[in-house]
T-cell receptor, first 113, second 116 residues
Framework: AQSVTQLDSQVPVFEEAPVELRCNYSSSVSVYLFWYVQYPNQGLQLLLKYLSGSTLVKGINGFEAEFNKSQTSFHLRKPSVHISDTAEYFCAVSGSGTYKYIFGTGTRLKVLA | GAVVSQHPSWVICKSGTSVKIECRSLDFQATTMFWYRQFPKQSLMLMATSNEGSKATYEQGVEKDKFLINHASLTLSTLTVTSAHPEDSSFYIC????????????FGPGTRLTVT
């Protein structure tokens, strides 16, 4: 079975500052990892995913994440945030062969002017 | 590409009635669809997985007779909430995959159900 922990429920950050949203997972099998963003009253949009290969994954809107197998982490980073990045961010894990997602509890990123 | 729609986007129904939510893949064939439930300010909880032409597989704790899922075609899945009660009020989101082995799901915009 897999599980995902997003340690921060809310992250306030000033505009143009860097941000890191933390995600840790546990799994007994190989995993695939995802970050999604949800704007108010909308569905989820894929930011980036790690399936294999390079552990540094670049996504849309300037976001990137690094898969760290030894620390079982997949933290999301952006060097300079904008007001428009204010949203809910979800980390998700899928175990090899299951195709199902297990979502973390989400981190609300609030970018302050 | 890979657009998923849901209808309706918002529905209000009276307690005891049933409501149907549609999930459509607009530009691809969805061999697998997933239904999630999201409570306010909480995460998405997988309710069931459906494959076209097969019975849905429900997650533990989800009432099969209350949440009826039908995946009759490669572009349409429906979720029917039967005998709805106020505690069924929630945000329901579907996702679809054309290649489950890609591990990527495309999400619909969600349907907000309010039961009065």
């Amino acid at each position: 079975a897999q599980s995902v922990t997003q340690l921060d429920s809310q992250v306030p950050v000033f505009e143009e500052a860097p941000v890191e949203l933390r995600c840790n997972y546990s799994s007994s099998v190989s995993v695939y990892l995802f970050w999604y963003v949800q704007y108010p009253n909308q569905g989820l949009q894929l930011l980036l995913k790690y399936l294999s290969g390079s552990t540094l994954v670049k996504g849309i809107n300037g976001f990137e994440a690094e898969f760290n197998k030894s620390q079982t982490s997949f933290h999301l980073r952006k060097p300079s945030v904008h007001i428009s990045d204010t949203a809910e961010y979800f980390c998700a894990v899928s175990g090899s062969g299951t195709y199902k997602y297990i979502f973390g509890t989400g981190t609300r990123l609030k970018v302050l002017a | 590409g890979a657009v998923v729609s849901q209808h309706p986007s918002w529905v209000i129904c009276k307690s005891g009635t049933s409501v149907k939510i549609e999930c459509r893949s607009l530009d691809f064939q969805a061999t697998t669809m997933f239904w999630y439930r999201q409570f306010p300010k909480q995460s998405l909880m997988l309710m069931a997985t459906s494959n076209e032409g097969s019975k849905a597989t429900y997650e533990q704790g989800v009432e099969k007779d209350k949440f009826l899922i039908n995946h009759a075609s490669l572009t349409l899945s429906t979720l029917t909430v039967t005998s709805a009660h106020p505690e069924d009020s929630s945000f329901y989101i579907c996702s679809a995959s054309d290649r489950p082995s890609s591990y990527e799901q495309y999400f619909g915009p969600g349907t907000r159900l309010t039961v009065t």
